[in-house]
Structure formats: C-alpha cells, structure tokens
C-alpha cells in the first residue's frame, strides 16, 4: 500500500440498505478526514478525526457515522441510504490538522443509491 | 458565513498564460491552498500561501492577498495536461479547509 486506499471504487446500493466506505492510510498520518463532491459543489467535509480515538463532525455530517480505532483506518457508514447521498466519497489526510499540512486523497468511491 | 468565489469554467491556448482567481470570506485564515483535479481522479496539492505575496514553483504561481481576502493562481506555458479543476482552498480558524466549486480549465491547441 503507498498512500491512501479506499475501497470500494463504485457501489450501487438500494435506498434503505447499510453500506460502509472503507479508508486506509500507510503514510502514519493523525489527521483524517471524509468528503463528498457534488457536480457544481465545492468538496463539503463529513466527519474528520484528528487522531486516533477522536471523531469529529464536518459541515454535512448527517446520516453518516465514522469511527477511527487506529491510526491507518478511518470507515464511514451510511447506516439507512438515501439517494441525496448519491455522491463521490473522498477520504483524504495530513500529517496534523494545522497550518501547512497538505492533505493527500484517496482514489474516490462513487456511491448511487437508488 | 464562510464563502469562495472563483469562476467555474477558464479557456486558453496551448503555450499561452492563464490566471483563476480566487476571492474568499473565512471564520479565520491560517493560510490558503490550491489543488488541482483532473476528471474522474481525487485532487492533488499544487501550493500554499500563508503570507501576502507571490510564491513560484515551476510553471505554477500562486498569489495572497489576506487584507483583500483574494489568491490567484497563475499557470504559464500552459500545457493539454494542464486541462483540469483547479481547487481554491483557504483554511479557516479550526484548520478546515473550505473549499470552492472549483474552476474549470480548458486548453485548446
């Protein structure tokens, strides 16, 4: 693994069903972070988690649920989908969550729920 | 409330220069970011200013001015794969980058 890894790359899910967006880093990073990116929209933050143990919610965080049990992981869940939750799904990192700490990005998952 | 303003499609020539402006309102500012995002591919960090002035990095050079709330990003010798969304991203007082729509850039021959 060299970066960050998401998995999986595309998913169509039916409205209703459970669906867990897996997110790895190899990089030792503390901070991590969750986005989605809509057509027309700037990418909107989910959930972040500064370091391992801590979570917290971004701008969009509703119908979303994100743990961080270690350094290299950080899952997000759809616990109910809904099709507004259509999107492409970005985890990203950085080394802290303050100034000049670039974050690097996954590959994406593309998420249609119907 | 927090806000980005920075025009959402750009066209130029091939060899030619281009400047995406970018002007913002923040809660806070602890430095601005510029990403570029090729489609269908995650973005990718092209600089950061913190301090008024220019800063140059090859054929990429990012301008701040932080009492104007305004950062351009200057592209010279444009080249196709220069085709892109090019991401304005200030950083605001809890260190969460708020980011813009996005401008989208069209190299032509």
């Known amino acids: 693994i060299a970066g960050i890894t998401q998995a999986p790359t595309s998913q169509i899910l039916a409205a209703g069903r459970r669906m867990t967006l897996r997110c790895t880093q190899d990089m030792r990073h503390n901070a991590m972070y969750w986005y989605r990116q809509d057509l027309g929209l700037g990418l909107r933050l989910i959930h972040y988690s500064n370091t391992a143990g801590t979570t917290g919610k971004g701008e969009v965080p509703d119908g979303y649920s994100v743990s961080r049990a270690n350094t290299d992981d950080f899952p997000l869940t759809l616990a109910s989908a809904v099709p507004s939750q259509t999107s492409v799904y970005f985890c990203?990192?950085?080394?802290?969550?303050?100034?000049?700490?670039?974050?690097?990005f996954g590959p994406g998952t593309r998420l249609t729920v119907l | 409330g927090q806000n980005i303003d920075q025009p959402t499609e750009m066209t130029a020539t091939e060899g030619a220069i281009v400047q995406i402006n970018c002007t913002y309102q923040?809660?806070?500012?602890?430095?601005l970011f510029w990403y570029q995002q090729h489609a269908g591919e995650a973005p990718t960090f092209l600089s950061y200013?913190?301090l008024d002035g220019l800063e140059e990095k090859g054929r990429f050079s990012s301008f701040l001015s932080r009492s104007k709330g305004y950062s351009y990003l200057l592209l010279k010798e444009l080249q196709m794969k220069d085709s892109a969304s090019y991401l304005c991203?200030?950083?605001?007082?809890?260190?969460?980058?708020?980011w813009g729509a996005g401008t989208k850039l069209i190299i032509k021959p």
């Open positions: 200013n913190v």
């Open positions: 923040t809660s806070g500012f602890n430095g």
């Open positions: 990203a990192s950085s080394e802290r969550e303050t100034a000049y700490n670039e974050q690097f």
């Open positions: 991203a200030p950083l605001d007082s809890n260190y969460q980058l708020i």
